[in-house]
């Protein structure tokens, strides 16, 4: 008689899946901010619109860690990852002006490890906190066959708010504005690609190589967590007036800055002004990479950027610094000429 054939069988273990939502709970619950409807639980998630808006818009977002969630399957380390895709999604709706309110995740893999998803979920939770969105739901699926064992994927979705006359564009930004940067904590979650190409394949590098320009090992640079900066930011907009916000991501400054300028303008960068950390300099000499593409790929030290009017940007500085940030000078808005940035 044949055996009977079951989900477990075919690679899908439910059971698993009700251990991994249960142990997710206590990392769900450091989220949780006024506004939230529910909890988790229900078919889809709630959250209820801030009172005191006189004309609110939603800003939405959504992205991945990309293949820097392979570094996790390679050295085992599964909590930072989570808080790389909320910075991802919530530093984009940031540049609106918005404040992030809720975060959905979705987790694919090919196996339901609940220690494994619980990891996930804590980092997760953690980037939330730093962001000051709550989750109000996910999705955890178990795909036996799109996955191998051990692997697995992580996205996300959040929604912030934001008065509509308080949107930041780059209708604003005008020729004579500043550029302010601020720091990256490293690669953040982009450029993973080329970095994984030079290391692994062409190198043969290990992640536990120490490198003494990194004073690190090569690993506890690569899995550095992506900068959150909604904090600082909307703390700064309470004050100060900024025109435009880029976030540096895939496509570096070359793709990024020119979003946040109007038709007619361009973007004028001090090379000597930016606070390059190590990692980049030493994947730039390893790789015989060119500067224009390390600028075309990686943040080079600059996760955001800042278009103020000149007149406010020393006030800008100032607030940043007092709040904890280390804010620099790194261009300025010119009128076009041949092309949309320039580098000095």
Do not use: W
């Amino acid at each position: 008689m044949d055996e009977k054939m079951t989900y477990k069988s075919a690679g899908v273990d439910v059971t698993a899946g009700y251990d991994a939502v249960s142990r997710m709970q206590r990392h769900i619950a450091r989220t949780a901010i006024p506004g939230v409807v529910g909890g988790i639980g229900g078919f889809g998630g709630m959250f209820e619109i801030p009172s005191g808006y006189k004309n609110p818009v939603l800003v939405s977002g959504t992205d991945s860690v990309g293949t820097k969630i392979m570094l996790a399957f390679m050295s085992g380390i599964h909590n930072t990852v989570g808080i790389d895709c909320v910075a991802m999604c919530a530093n984009d709706i940031v540049c609106q002006g918005a404040k992030p309110l809720f975060f959905l995740d979705y987790i694919g893999s090919g196996k339901l490890l609940p220690d494994r998803i619980e990891e996930i979920v804590a980092g997760v939770a953690e980037g939330c906190v730093r962001a000051g969105c709550a989750i109000v739901g996910g999705e955890t699926a178990e795909l036996p066959g799109l996955y191998n064992d051990g692997e697995y994927d992580l996205a996300g979705f959040c929604v912030g708010i934001v008065e509509k006359d308080e949107i930041l564009s780059r209708a604003n930004v005008k020729s004579g504005d500043i550029l302010i940067g601020l720091p990256s904590s490293g690669i953040h979650s982009n450029g993973f690609s080329l970095v994984r190409k030079l290391f692994f394949e062409k190198l043969g590098v290990e992640l536990r190589h120490y490198y003494d320009e990194l004073g690190k090992t090569l690993g506890e640079e690569l899995m550095i967590p992506t900068r959150i900066y909604v904090k600082p930011l909307l703390e700064l907009l309470d004050t100060c007036e900024v025109r435009a916000v880029a976030h540096i991501t895939g496509g570096g400054f070359i793709e990024n800055i020119p979003r946040i300028i109007g038709d007619g303008l361009a973007v004028r960068i001090e090379l000597k002004t930016i606070p390059t950390p190590p990692i980049f300099n030493l994947i730039a000499k390893l790789g015989n990479i060119e500067q224009s593409e390390m600028y075309n790929t990686f943040n080079m030290g600059i996760g955001l950027t800042l278009a103020v009017p000149a007149d406010g940007a020393d006030r800008v500085i100032e607030t940043l610094r007092d709040i904890g940030e280390s804010p620099v000078i790194i261009g300025d808005v010119v009128e076009k000429s041949d092309a949309e940035i320039l580098f000095v």
